[in-house]
């Protein structure tokens, strides 16, 4: 248990469809973060949101939209996703980015979607 | 950007084995850590180590920072070490974590 939880933990979803994913941390922290880790590739990270403004958008098409409502929830909106979007969708959470190298990134359990 | 490689890419062992784990990385870094990732997917920190030696258990890690790698150790493995070992690293003007590709372990009894 890292103190960071994700829900659902599988999910299956058709192209049309429009679900979310959660993510919620128990650690305190002020940076949370949104990762996707696709089949035998690195993680990629997708969202960076640091005392609730969003500091990271790495160029992720706009059928995912984030939402962080307060430091510790951290939501992932889909719609109209394609089955490569398919994938395990792993939540971190961290004290300050703006420490900058000390920071210690902490991970929920992922999310595995698969896009039908 | 920074360039992380870790090596081999897959180790199969038979319990009871020793083994070590390579990350290299391209560029000078403030920030190293190592995670393992379960056959669940769960991602768990095992060190913060940006430089020196730390030990928790029967794992151990080293990084040589001014010769950009890091090592992992595992000894005496069981079967729960199984998964995949990550190596991640921030440079000293950012704050992202750049993952490696990991190294996929397997503990045989």
């Known amino acids: 248990e890292t103190g960071v939880t994700q829900t659902p933990r599988h999910l299956v979803m058709g192209m049309t469809n429009k679900k979310s994913l959660k993510c919620e941390q128990h650690?305190?922290?002020?940076?949370m973060y949104w990762y996707k880790q696709s089949a035998k590739k690195p993680l990629e990270l997708m969202f960076v949101?640091?005392?609730?403004?969003?500091?990271e958008n790495n160029s992720v098409p706009s059928r995912f939209s984030p939402e962080c409502p307060n430091s510790s929830h951290l939501f992932l909106h889909l719609h109209t996703l394609q089955p490569e979007d398919s994938a395990l969708y792993l939540c971190?959470?961290?004290?300050?980015?703006?420490?900058?190298?000390?920071?210690?990134?902490?991970f929920g359990p992922g999310t595995r979607l698969t896009v039908l | 950007g920074i360039q992380v490689e870790q090596s081999p890419p897959d180790l199969i062992l038979q319990e009871g084995a020793n083994s070590t784990l390579r990350c290299n990385f391209s560029d000078s870094v403030n920030n190293l850590q190592w995670f393992h990732q379960n056959p669940w997917g769960q991602l768990i920190n095992l060190f913060y180590i940006p430089s020196g030696t730390k030990q928790n258990g029967r794992l151990s890690a080293t990084t040589v920072a001014t010769e950009r790698y890091s090592l992992l150790y595992i000894s005496s493995s069981q079967t729960t070490d199984s998964g995949v070992y990550f190596c991640a690293v921030v440079t000293s003007n950012d704050y992202k974590l750049s993952f490696g590709a990991g190294t996929t372990v397997t503990v045989r009894a």
């Open positions: 650690l305190g922290h002020n940076a």
């Open positions: 971190a959470s961290s004290q300050d980015p703006a420490s900058g190298s000390r920071d210690t990134q902490y």
């Open positions: 949101y640091s005392l609730e403004e969003r500091v």
